[in-house]
């Protein structure tokens, strides 16, 4: 067993027939290897208690759990309570928000086992054509993002919890999404330090535990053009040196394109930590990669000095975690905070704001079918107007019937490898027909507001920012006229 597994931090990820039962496998040998944590994706919240339990059971040291919490413990984790994205709630603009968001998500990271939450996003939203940040932004404006960010970094630390800036140094300006490319964002350092890089150094002021770096090029900042995971000149030179940060700097995901681009991935985990990384995550072949790493220490590739201060790092963060806290997520308390914060984000862009007949024909437009992982189910949103008291159906199209109002739920979410954040022609021509069929009707967006110009005519809008479940339940809510 080699002690630079401690550095890998290995994917679990759920199923929703087989549980992790598909994962037992790999969860064994990662911990015979001796990896230093895990990054989970999906699961029933009494399963990640079990799951995370006894993974420190059998884990021969402390491990850094991770999830991608950006919108709360419930993006990942069935039961417990989901948040609307990042932009939704810097949009009311009111720090103390942000770090209640990030405390509830803390909160119920520590009862599910998690104590590292890969958030928050500290990407500026200046590219309204990029694919993959856009809502997952605190938004477009700098010094409200660098202001944001500090919030919810020390809301989610003061409860025990890593939180992490990301993506290092800006993924704000790409217009390809780095799953499955390699982005290259061709600002000059004055932009980059000027606006980018400034919501990291409020992190880093903050005291972040952790900072994610970024699988883009950046020619202002290494002119060869490396992705800045694997670039020196960005991470040791850039982040570690100018910047300062002493905390732990971890890959984004191994599985990407933008970073295994002419490289395999024990390569790319090599030149990682070469490049001044402590952790690698998702790693999918741990017996390779730490024989890859070993063999790059042999080889004088790679600094035992160096390796020693990453693996120094790790096991502070680990040890400095708070404890598992044995109690219930999704309590009636959160839940209900949750759908307020979500409901207060709801707004009109654009028509007049009436009130839905207690009899609605509601038509789905999906457009975030598609990619390795299913969307979220659209039922919610069927499920809440029915709790309001309509008699809502599910419709191929609408009508002309004065007495049912029409409901076009337009779904148009940042997803990896969709590669666009804007609505596809299908869906564009979807929603045409069907306002087509029914003039009177409402269009909700569950996407970016800016979307909206993407839909012509002077059809009602409304913007639901996200597609999660409990952006579904506030829109209904709003739409029957609780506002």
Not at 284 to 293: E, G, K, P, S
Request: hydrophobic content about 45%; overall charge negative.
């Amino acid at each position: 067993m080699s002690d630079l597994a401690q550095l890998l931090l290995p994917a679990i990820r759920w199923d929703r027939d087989r549980g992790y039962a598909d994962e037992h496998a790999r969860i064994d040998a990662a911990l015979a290897a001796g990896v230093g944590g895990f990054i989970l994706f999906g699961g029933e919240a009494s399963a990640i208690s079990a799951l995370t339990t006894d993974l420190r059971a059998r884990s021969r040291g402390p491990l850094l759990i991770a999830a991608d919490f950006e919108r709360g413990a419930g993006q990942q984790c069935v039961g417990a309570t989901g948040l609307p994205p990042l932009a939704a709630i810097a949009s009311l603009g009111d720090p103390v928000l942000v770090r209640d968001a990030a405390r509830l998500t803390a909160r119920e990271s520590r009862r599910l086992g998690v104590n590292w939450d890969l958030a928050p996003v500290c990407d500026v939203d200046v590219e309204p054509a990029n694919p993959i940040i856009g809502t997952r932004s605190l938004g477009p404006d700098v010094a409200r993002v660098a202001e944001f960010a500090a919030e919810w970094i020390d809301g989610c630390q003061s409860l025990g919890v890593l939180a992490c800036a990301k993506h290092f140094p800006g993924h704000g300006r790409t217009t390809a999404d780095s799953h499955a490319e390699l982005p290259v964002v061709a600002a000059s350092q004055d932009e980059l330090f000027g606006i980018d890089l400034a919501p990291f150094r409020a992190a880093i002021d903050a005291g972040v535990a952790s900072i994610m770096t970024a699988h883009i090029a950046y020619p202002a900042l290494d002119p060869t053009g490396t992705p800045a995971t694997l670039s020196r000149a960005i991470v040791h030179g850039l982040l570690r040196r100018q910047l300062g940060f002493d905390g732990l700097i971890v890959t984004d995901a191994l599985i990407m394109q933008g970073v295994l681009e002419g490289r395999d991935e024990s390569e790319a985990c090599v030149a990682a930590i070469a490049a001044g990384c402590d952790v690698l995550c998702y790693a999918t072949d741990v017996t390779a990669t730490t024989r890859a790493l070993d063999k790059a220490v042999a080889s004088g590739r790679l600094d035992g000095e160096q390796l020693h201060r990453s693996l120094q790092r790790r096991l502070r963060r680990a040890q400095w975690a708070a404890a598992a806290d044995p109690l219930p997520v999704g309590s009636l308390e959160d839940t209900h905070w949750a759908d307020a914060l979500a409901l207060r984000t709801v707004h009109l862009v654009r028509g007049q704001a009436g009130v839905l007949s207690s009899s609605v024909d509601v038509i789905i437009v999906d457009d975030d079918l598609g990619g390795p992982y299913p969307p979220p189910s659209r039922e919610p949103f069927l499920a809440a107007l029915r709790d309001c008291g309509a008699d809502a159906r599910l419709v191929e199209t609408g009508s002309r019937d004065g007495r049912r109002s029409t409901v076009i739920a337009l779904f148009g979410d940042i997803r990896s490898w969709k590669g666009r954040p804007g609505y596809s022609a299908a869906a564009r021509a979807a929603v045409e027909r069907a306002c087509a069929a029914a003039p009177d009707a409402v269009i909700v967006q569950f996407g970016h507001p800016r979307l909206a110009a993407e839909i012509p005519g002077a059809t009602t809008c409304v913007s639901a920012w996200g597609g999660e479940r409990v952006m579904q339940r506030a829109a209904a809510r709003w739409l029957m006229g609780e506002r």
